[in-house]
């Protein structure tokens, strides 16, 4: 996970996106669940561009994401994704934000709506589109 911490920051500002000077900590709850891989590089850059302003907070509570970022803010596929996007049709989750590399896996799972992303920006963009469709 400490390496995350440098691609996070890393790959949202050579997004072009603003990275806050403050100090964050991210909170992987729960603490005894071991997490390893970098399937959750994008969560976290999300969280951040959420707590900054980017990401509207409201659009973020009805989506999961997962997916590791390269330095340049490209987002590359990770193992896992087909057993979370069946959690999320489980649990009623009606959005799933993967890399481009990982969308036919995750699109056959019904019920889900699936969102292919290849970088940060990218990812900026959409959500900005999603602001202006939901009117926030």
Do not use: Y
Not at 16 to 34: K, M, Q
Not at 69 to 97: E, K, T, W
Not at 108 to 130: F, H, K, N, Q, Y
């Amino acid at each position: 996970m400490r390496e995350s911490r440098d691609r996070v920051r890393a790959a949202i500002r050579n997004s072009g996106l603003d990275f806050p000077d403050d100090r964050i900590t991210v909170n992987l709850a729960p603490a005894d669940l071991r997490k390893e891989g970098a399937a959750f590089d994008l969560p976290m850059a999300l969280g951040i561009l959420s707590a900054t302003g980017v990401v509207k907070p409201g659009l973020i509570a009805d989506a999961v994401a997962l997916g590791e970022l390269s330095l340049d803010g490209h987002i590359r596929p990770v193992r896992g994704v087909l057993p979370v996007a069946l959690h999320c049709r489980r649990r009623g989750v009606p959005r799933l934000l993967v890399p481009a590399g990982n969308a036919a896996e995750a699109a056959v799972v019904s019920g889900v709506g699936v969102i292919p992303l290849a970088t940060l920006r990218e990812m900026d963009a959409l959500w900005s589109a999603l602001v202006c469709q939901l009117g926030g």
